[in-house]
């Protein structure tokens, strides 16, 4: 199952500059999901990360990880318009190189325990086949809200 952006913008809070993910590729409800980000160098964090040598922050790749995470259990739980996904917890963050401008990161979360509505995912990012970081991500899904 492919999602594309009208429909990721539908699950997630998350706009401009923040949102993270461009297209999901593959996805197992309540097993794994893979998505996409295209790092491009318009994107505001490389003004200051690093002048000279812009690289993708480590705490973005997370996010991102959080994200796709996000719209896993999201479908994982069958959620309804106005939930929220919250990201409550990351455990064993790794990085491994550097992402940089023009970089497409492939990123995967799957589900290591789901116990609506907490879910623990494994999640990485790799670009060009090369593991970039990697982390346990904690979500929680919280019925209604408003956006």
């Known amino acids: 199952m492919t999602i594309d952006i ?3 913008l539908k699950i997630l809070p998350h706009r401009y500059p923040f949102l993270l993910v461009d297209k999901i590729l593959e996805m197992e409800v309540g097993q794994k999901i893979v998505g996409i980000k295209n790092v491009t160098i318009n994107e505001p964090f490389f003004q200051g990360h690093f002048p000279g040598f812009p690289i993708m922050p480590g705490v973005l790749m997370i996010e991102a990880m959080a994200q796709v995470a996000a ?3 999201y479908k994982s739980r069958k959620g309804e318009e106005g939930d ?6 990351v455990d064993k963050a790794k990085f491994r190189e550097a992402v940089f401008p023009g970089d497409q990161l492939i990123i995967t979360t799957e589900v290591i325990k789901a116990r609506p509505p907490f879910f623990r995912l494994k999640g990485n990012c790799h670009v060009d086949e090369k593991l970039r970081c990697e982390a346990e991500i904690l979500a929680v899904v919280q019925k209604g809200g408003t956006r």
């Open 6 to 8: 009208g429909e990721i």
């Open 71 to 73: 719209i896993l259990a």
């Open 84 to 89: 929220l996904i919250f990201l409550a917890g």
